[in-house]
Structure formats: C-alpha cells, structure tokens
C-alpha cells in the first residue's frame, strides 16, 4: 500500500502514542483529508469514510462522556471493526481505558496532542495534501528568487548549477539541484522538493558535490518551494528567432498544471543569474498586474496616433 508512513504523521504533527502495544512501523495513510466522527458515535455508519484519520474533539469527546459504559463500549467495537488507520484526540483529552484495550488488541493506534481541534485538523490537511498528491521526478534546478519559484531547465552541463551557485551568493536559496519532486497539491499549485538523499547538495562539473547549507548557511536553503516560473536554457542559435517584447506567454506543463516559460538562449558573456533574477522581478510585477511589454506597445500606439 502507497501513502504516508504512521511514524511519519505523528513525528511531524508531534503525536502522542497511547496505544503503546500497536507497531507503527507498517501502518500507512492513502487518504488526505480527516473524519470527525460525530455521527458514528450515535450509531449511524452509513458511507462512513473508514479510510480517513478519525479525529476526535471537544463536542465528541462531551458527547461520549454522557454515555452509559455498555453503550460505550458497543461503539467503540463496532468503530474499530471498519479497520480505520487511527484515532487522534486533540486537547490532551484522555481516552477511555476501554478503547485503549480495544485498539490495542485490533491493532489499530491511538494518539493524544494538546492542540485545538480546528488547528489541528487544517494543518493535518494541507500537510497529507502535499505528502499524498501526484509526484514526478525531473531533471532540474529549483531555487527562490524573491520569493518566486523558478525551475531551470536545460540539457546537462549547460549551466543549471552553476546559475543556482551564483543566485545563493546573490542572497538566493537552493531548494534542489539535479533531481526535483514535483507534487501537484491543487489545480493552481506545484510544489517542489528535493529527494532526501541529494537536499542541500550541488554538482558541480570539475569541483564535485558541494553541501550549500555548510558552505553558505541555513538561510541558502529551503526545504520546499512552489514552482511558479519555468527558465529553459538552450545553446544560442543563430538561426533561430527569439521572442524579443514577451508580449505573448509561454507555458509548460507538470501533471496537468501549466507554469510560465521562458526559453533564455546562452552564448558566452551572459550572466544567468542576473537574468533569472530580472525575469523572476518581471513575473512578479505581472502578478501584480503591470506588464512592460504591454505599456511599450501601449506607448508606441498612442505616439503613432499623435503622427
């Protein structure tokens, strides 16, 4: 079964395990949301979403309290018979002794952390969106440029690396060189990260491997970025016709998702950084909705109409 390790969910949202005789170790998570389960526990199991986290709160933990013990423990057999993945108790609120022996036995974990519920469920969410959505693997260099994403793309040994080097000594953080996972967390949003095995090295061709975070500090990585700009490096052509006003938009595409493009021609002399640095401020001034190319051809319009 694919999906999320259970020691995984409960080193990162900093989990409790109460049910101390259930092995952790090949339990995993297939589904990114959570169940409350409210309507479960007055005995209504119909399209009960057995596969989700089952988190238990204030209101349904008030609502057991004012159960007799038979009662109680009628439901708590017949919750645990669905084979549900866990049950978290959110505001430190102990479980009973009679669902603890349950699961125990079922093999199914408990846990307990001392935060809200709302809280909790939401970055429980958005933190299983990421973890379980769409992944691929390409070939590539993914840095934060003002805080603009920028995936630089290109054959091998045209200059990818040494583009994301010179952009960390400009002030720039290193998300990953070579290799970078790609994980579609919604229909808007890429994310990028590294493989565990390569994060916060660079190769560079004649030096070797380079550890970025030892070399230029903690504040020259960062562990996950959204890709929001495509750079393509391409050996120049002199043949060939480069867009010269940008005033049509290139796109590519990673699982359904389209991402701005740029293809940038190399040719000795020119600083790559300095031009992943201008066109990542560009994208970001039309974010925010001031386009140059437009306001050049706005201004070339209105002075042929004043001739």
């Not at 159960?67 to 669905?82: A, F, P, Q, T």
């Not at 700009?229 to 998702?257: A, C, H, P, S």
Request: glycine residues 6%; proline residues 3%.
């Amino acid at each position: 079964m694919s999906g999320v390790a259970m020691t995984k969910l409960a080193e990162k949202m900093n989990l409790k395990n109460l049910t101390q005789d259930v092995s952790l170790e090949d339990k995993k998570i297939g589904v990114p949301d959570i169940n409350r389960p409210a309507l479960q526990l007055t005995g209504f199991f119909d399209y009960f979403d057995a596969e989700r986290v089952q988190v238990i709160g204030y209101v349904e933990y008030t609502y057991l309290k004012s159960l007799g013990e038979d009662v109680k423990e009628d439901l708590y057999e017949k919750l645990l018979s669905y084979g549900i993945p866990c049950i978290i108790f959110s505001r430190n609120l102990p479980p009973d002794e009679v669902l603890l022996q349950k699961a125990n036995k079922k093999n199914i974990p408990i846990f307990q952390t001392s935060q809200k519920t709302s809280a909790f469920t939401a970055e429980l969410i958005r933190w299983l969106n990421v973890e379980l959505a769409p992944c691929i693997s390409i070939h590539g260099v993914l840095v934060d440029v003002y805080g603009v994403g920028v995936l630089i793309m290109g054959e091998s040994g045209i200059g990818k690396s040494e583009a994301a080097l010179e952009l960390i000594k400009r002030g720039h953080r290193l998300v990953t060189d070579d290799v970078v996972e790609i994980r579609k967390v919604s229909n808007d949003t890429l994310v990028g990260r590294a493989p565990d095995i390569t994060r916060n090295f660079i190769e560079l061709r004649g030096i070797g491997i380079v550890d970025v975070k030892t070399l230029f500090g903690v504040q020259s990585v960062k562990e996950t970025q959204s890709i929001d700009l495509v750079i393509t490096l391409e050996e120049w052509d002199k043949d060939r016709e480069y867009d010269r006003l940008g005033l049509t938009q290139e796109y590519t595409e990673f699982l359904g998702n389209k991402v701005v493009c740029h293809n940038i021609p190399i040719r000795p002399g020119r600083n790559l950084a300095i031009i992943v640095e201008s066109a990542s401020a560009n994208h970001r001034q039309k974010e925010m909705g001031y386009n140059a190319a437009e306001e050049l051809y706005r201004r070339v319009q209105a002075n042929l109409v004043k001739k």
